[in-house]
């Protein structure tokens, strides 16, 4: 297809390919490496394409540069404590590389591989990606498709995967959203509405201590329309240990079922952006951690808090965690996933 280009080599000197997709006014650069979503460009209220995800120009910052921009992650996106999990009595040891624990699917996770392309039109593209017993130590082979799909006003994610043996599986996207445009600088004027009443507190090292907790009463509310920036510096203790928001919000609903899980919005560019998943949470993340005067795309200077992620997934730690919705997959089972972006403006 004319829309697939090489985009650059990995340093193992894998080619990696960039599919650009396009629906009406949206559009979306899709690459084969990490099924990393490296631009999505919508209108805002004059009409202008506004690019709203971060990101980077070669493939050696996707490689280097860890903050997961836009890829998928998984086997088991966000964290596993102590790297640690009991499967059919089995007990399984993951690579620690975050803190004392497990993230995003270890050293060389899913985001930081090079994907098949299955299918591709002008609208949509189908990635696959087999990933083998015992890698990264998880337990069966897996495989695993993307797809990403244009619709008129919106992009939706629909993952799949099966494993010859039982697994325990998250997939997730970790777009950097910044609705006044991906070089725009802080995103904390932006507004967020999230659909939870709950969200699950976590220890110091970003590990749910089990419970849900009511968000009524405390800065980690966000039924009602606030600014991301309104209350991130509060002395709540979750926000201080957190550096900023980075916690699962369980979205209301009944799991399984394609429901709406956030709206943001923003004054400056009128971009309206909700998202609708079938997973049980949301991790919300104002990208504590990207340092200042990062560099991305086309030269901008990106920095911390210049976006924020909204991340559909099993609670973190599930694995851990009985009283959570169990993220295991079981052999010849299927993983079926959707989350969907709905685009407007105000
Ligand atoms: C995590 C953050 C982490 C980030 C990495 C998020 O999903 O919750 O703690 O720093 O991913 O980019």
């Given at each position: 297809m004319s829309n697939i280009q090489h985009f650059g080599q990995t340093a193992k000197g894998e080619d990696v390919a960039v599919i650009a997709l396009s629906k009406g006014d949206i559009s979306c650069k899709v690459l084969s490496f990490g099924a990393t979503i490296q631009s999505l460009t919508v209108p805002d209220r004059n009409g202008q394409s506004l690019d709203i995800v971060l990101g980077y120009d070669s493939i050696k910052e996707y490689e280097t540069l860890d903050a997961y921009l836009g890829a998928v992650v998984g086997r088991y996106a966000n964290r596993i404590a102590k790297g640690k999990f009991s499967l059919n009595g089995k007990?399984?040891?993951?690579?620690?590389?975050?803190?004392?624990?497990?993230?995003?699917?270890?050293?060389?996770?899913?985001?930081?591989?090079?994907?098949?392309?299955?299918?591709?039109?002008?609208?949509?593209?189908?990635?696959?990606?087999?990933?083998?017993?015992?890698?990264?130590?998880?337990?069966?082979?897996?495989?695993?498709?993307?797809?990403?799909?244009?619709?008129?006003?919106?992009?939706?994610?629909?993952?799949?995967?099966?494993?010859?043996?039982?697994?325990?599986?998250?997939?997730?996207?970790?777009?950097?959203?910044?609705?006044?445009?991906?070089?725009?600088?802080?995103?904390?004027?932006?507004?967020?509405?999230?659909?939870?009443?709950?969200?699950?507190?976590?220890d110091a090292d970003s590990i749910p201590y089990g419970e849900l907790s009511p968000v009524a009463g405390t800065p980690m509310d966000f039924r009602e329309f606030t600014k991301l920036g309104e209350r991130i510096d509060s002395d709540f203790i979750q926000l201080v240990q957190?550096?900023?928001?980075?916690?699962?919000?369980?979205?209301?609903?009944?799991?399984?079922?394609?429901?709406?899980?956030?709206?943001?919005?923003?004054?400056?560019?009128?971009?309206?952006?909700?998202?609708?998943?079938?997973?049980?949470?949301?991790?919300?993340?104002?990208?504590?951690?990207?340092?200042?005067?990062?560099?991305?795309?086309?030269?901008?200077?990106?920095?911390?808090?210049?976006?924020?992620?909204?991340e559909t997934q099993h609670f973190p730690d599930s694995p851990n965690k009985p009283n959570f919705p169990s993220a295991v997959l079981k052999a010849g089972e299927k993983y079926d996933h959707t989350a969907r972006f709905i685009f407007s403006v105000e």
């Amino acid at each position: 297809m004319s829309n697939i280009q090489h985009f650059g080599q990995t340093a193992k000197g894998e080619d990696v390919a960039v599919i650009a997709l396009s629906k009406g006014d949206i559009s979306c650069k899709v690459l084969s490496f990490g099924a990393t979503i490296q631009s999505l460009t919508v209108p805002d209220r004059n009409g202008q394409s506004l690019d709203i995800v971060l990101g980077y120009d070669s493939i050696k910052e996707y490689e280097t540069l860890d903050a997961y921009l836009g890829a998928v992650v998984g086997r088991y996106a966000n964290r596993i404590a102590k790297g640690k999990f009991s499967l059919n009595g089995k007990e399984y040891s993951l690579a620690i590389n975050n803190g004392p624990n497990h993230l995003h699917g270890g050293i060389v996770g899913f985001s930081y591989k090079v994907w098949t392309i299955e299918d591709a039109g002008e609208d949509f593209v189908k990635l696959s990606l087999e990933s083998a017993d015992g890698e990264e130590a998880y337990p069966g082979n897996m495989k695993l498709t993307v797809t990403y799909t244009l619709e008129n006003s919106s992009l939706s994610i629909h993952y799949e995967a099966v494993s010859d043996a039982d697994t325990v599986c998250n997939l997730t996207n970790h777009s950097y959203f910044n609705l006044a445009g991906h070089s725009s600088g802080s995103a904390l004027k932006q507004e967020l509405k999230l659909n939870a009443e709950f969200y699950t507190p976590t220890d110091a090292d970003s590990i749910p201590y089990g419970e849900l907790s009511p968000v009524a009463g405390t800065p980690m509310d966000f039924r009602e329309f606030t600014k991301l920036g309104e209350r991130i510096d509060s002395d709540f203790i979750q926000l201080v240990q957190g550096n900023g928001y980075d916690h699962n919000y369980v979205v209301d609903g009944e799991v399984g079922q394609l429901r709406p899980a956030a709206t943001a919005r923003c004054a400056e560019s009128g971009i309206c952006m909700q998202l609708e998943t079938t997973q049980p949470g949301v991790q919300l993340y104002t990208a504590n951690y990207i340092n200042e005067g990062r560099p991305g795309k086309g030269g901008a200077a990106y920095g911390p808090r210049h976006a924020f992620c909204l991340e559909t997934q099993h609670f973190p730690d599930s694995p851990n965690k009985p009283n959570f919705p169990s993220a295991v997959l079981k052999a010849g089972e299927k993983y079926d996933h959707t989350a969907r972006f709905i685009f407007s403006v105000e």
